[in-house]
């Protein structure tokens, strides 16, 4: 299932951005189920998984971004968001959300870019 990634863009480093990741109608009547994380992957570098959420509501975050982001889930909405905060370069990635852990399939992402 491939979960699509919305509300990217570019910002100076120090600002916000809301990202927004709505499940296909295929799985509508079970995402309230499923366990849920935000990833990224920066050029030449790995994905990494920064922020995921239970089906409880239950969250975790990466080191990295413990503080600044956070994730948030609407089930009646099929949505998962990351809110992100206080924005620094290295926080420039494509962010995908996908099942936790990943299914093998992925949406396109959102680009996400921070100048300093």
């Known amino acids: 299932v491939q979960l699509q990634a919305s509300g990217g863009g570019l910002v100076q480093a120090g600002g916000s951005l809301r990202l927004s990741c709505r499940a296909p109608?295929?799985?509508?009547?079970?995402?309230?189920?499923?366990?849920m994380a935000w990833y990224r992957q920066a050029p030449g570098k790995e994905r990494e998984s920064v922020a995921s959420?239970?089906?409880?509501?239950?969250?975790d975050y990466s080191d990295s971004v413990k503080g600044r982001f956070t994730i948030s889930r609407n089930n009646s909405r099929k949505t998962v968001y990351l809110q992100m905060n206080l924005l620094e370069s290295e926080d420039t990635s494509v962010y995908y959300c996908?099942?936790?852990?990943?299914?093998?399939?992925w949406g396109q992402g959102t680009q996400v870019t921070v100048s300093s």
């Open positions: 996908n099942t936790n852990p990943p299914s093998n399939e």
């Open positions: 959420i239970t089906s409880g509501g239950a969250t």
């Open positions: 109608r295929s799985i509508f009547s079970v995402f309230s189920a499923y366990d």
